[in-house]
């Protein structure tokens, strides 16, 4: 059990928050004319480091909003937590 | 809409805690982005739509609680009839929806209002709440949304230990099971 704060509604719960896997994997241009190799790797393929990881994550049982997060696999600190579109504040 | 049933038969009152369903109130969800959708509401329903997250505003007769930073919930503090609740259902569909301002979706049949009175209330929600309740006890016109006993609740915090609370239909009877069990051992 560790706390998140939410961009939106400040510090909650980790049971309130689902994990939406990694954040920042840019949709290709032309799906049209990629190769399935190439498909298949934006589609699936995620990197999964342990150290700091950039993800996505969804207030389900608050505000309902997206967000990004900053957070060590090893040991769940999260570092920073910013809104989406926005640049992550580390790395 | 017409035919009104609840699940919930009494009011049910312990030493310090005393737990009430206030059934059929109104309630509106309000999306909406733009200032002009702010303004409009605010002049529909003379009370200033709360920007700031986790709060309220209200009048007598309404309340307008802050959900997300794009969706509020208008509900009404006391029990009204049908008419009354389709009627302002209607006007701010006309002058909301239809104009493309935000939405407005009536939720009367949604949730369902329970009504939480006593000292002792925030122990009986603690019992199985992961919300810290320190700050938000002692802030008249607090909301949040959060998870009690695994159901997703809304909390308004009415007036000094007298909350409102809002749970979906499905999951009221189990939720006031769960609270009368709750409140015997606080």
Avoid at chain 1, 20 to 25: D, K, R, S, V
Avoid at chain 1, 69 to 74: G, P
Wanted: net charge positive.
């Amino acid at each position: 059990m560790f706390l998140i704060n939410c961009p939106y509604c400040g510090e909650r719960d980790q049971s309130e928050f689902s994990a939406g896997g990694e954040a920042h994997i840019v949709r290709p241009k032309q799906p049209t004319e990629l190769s399935d190799d190439k498909w298949a790797e934006f589609l699936f393929m995620r990197k999964n480091i342990k150290g700091v990881q950039l993800e996505r994550w969804n207030h389900t049982h608050g505000c309902r909003k997206w967000f990004n997060m900053a957070r060590d696999t090893s040991n769940d600190k999260i570092h920073a937590v910013y809104k989406m579109g926005e640049k992550p504040p580390i790395k | 809409m017409l035919n009104y049933n609840s699940t919930i038969i009494e009011a049910k009152e312990f030493s310090d805690i005393k737990i009430s369903e206030v059934e059929p109130t109104l309630k509106i969800n309000l999306r909406g982005k733009n200032r002009d959708f702010v303004t409009k509401i605010g002049k529909e329903l003379s009370i200033i739509l709360p920007t700031d997250p986790n709060t309220s505003s209200g009048n007598k007769e309404l309340n307008l609680l802050w959900l997300s930073p794009d969706e509020w919930l208008i509900y009404s503090n006391d029990k009204n009839n049908l008419k009354t609740i389709n009627s302002l259902e209607d006007k701010l569909f006309n002058d909301i929806s239809k104009t493309k301002l935000g939405s407005v979706t009536n939720v009367t049949d949604h949730w369902i209002m329970i009504n939480l009175k006593g000292p002792k209330i925030f122990d009986m929600l603690s019992a199985g709440c992961p919300f810290n309740f320190n700050k938000f006890k002692d802030s008249k016109g607090a909301v949040t949304q959060t998870l009690l006993n695994h159901v997703d609740v809304i909390i308004h915090n009415k007036d000094i230990n007298n909350l409102n609370l809002f749970v979906r239909r499905s999951f009221s009877n189990h939720l006031w099971l769960w609270m009368n069990d709750s409140a015997r051992f606080v």
